[in-house]
């Protein structure tokens, strides 16, 4: 099994919707969580990170980790044809990092 | 603020060529660094960590090496490059653990073998 789980998509979406992006993960000892947005052809660029249970929430974005059941989402708010990306969550614990494999996202005009 | 840079953006070597890939950070202090290879549809694979100066853990065995000679630079390296070495090449860096930092990551080098 898989330290992250993250389904991969492609999801494909109209503009103006409400995205929801989810990944589930095994390991209890993750302390630390976050989202990355990837455009093409460049490194991931941090959306998002938290430490704890709850919600997160800037601009349209929020982040949600729900520790209990070893799952983390992040919703986009009225998306746009710049949210097309590839979305990747990330977890840590210590000096280790572990990540999803991304889930690829296309907001239509 | 802190910024990481790495370089070349793009790449294309011969098979059998040597490899250098450099990383620097700014603009911070005894930073872990990472380098990561990252395949289409597979995620990021890490390949080296660093949380000192000399400090290397490896975490695949493969092809490659890395070195930290200064507290913000990580090089990336190959004596011998395989085809199967091709990918986009990613640099990151974080603080220590304890103090809620996540990691932040270069815009890459995309490393095509010829």
């Known amino acids: 099994q898989k330290e992250v789980e993250q389904d991969p998509g492609p999801l494909s979406v109209p503009e103006g919707a409400i995205v929801s992006l989810n990944c589930t993960y095994s390991?209890?000892?993750?302390?630390?969580f976050m989202w990355y947005r990837q455009y093409s052809r460049k490194g991931p660029e941090l959306l998002m990170y938290?430490?704890?249970?709850g919600n997160k929430e800037d601009g349209r974005f929020t982040a949600q980790v729900d520790k209990s059941s070893k799952y983390i989402s992040l919703f986009i708010r009225d998306s746009q044809p710049s949210d097309s990306a590839t979305y990747l969550c990330?977890?840590?614990?210590?000096?280790?990092?572990?990540f999803g494999t991304g889930t690829s996202l296309t907001v239509i005009p | 603020s802190q910024t990481i840079h790495q370089w070349p953006a793009t790449l294309v070597q011969p098979v059998g060529s040597p490899l250098s890939l450099e990383c620097t950070v700014e603009?911070?202090?005894?930073?872990?660094l990472y380098w990561y290879r990252q395949a289409a549809g597979r995620g990021l694979q890490l390949l080296f960590y660093?949380?000192?100066?000399?400090?290397i853990s490896s975490e695949v065995p493969q092809n490659l090496s890395a070195s930290r000679p200064q507290d913000r630079q990580f090089i990336l390296s190959s004596k011998k490059l395989l085809l199967s070495d091709s990918g986009f090449y990613l640099c990151?860096?974080?603080?220590?653990?304890?103090?809620?930092?996540?990691?932040?990551f270069g815009d890459g080098t995309r490393l095509s073998i010829l």
């Open positions: 603009g911070t202090s005894n930073p872990n």
């Open positions: 938290t430490y704890s249970s």
């Open positions: 990151a860096w974080s603080v220590p653990p304890g103090m809620m930092q996540p990691q932040h």
């Open positions: 990330a977890m840590s614990a210590g000096n280790q990092f572990y």
């Open positions: 660093s949380v000192g100066i000399g400090q």
């Open positions: 390991n209890s000892a993750f302390q630390y």
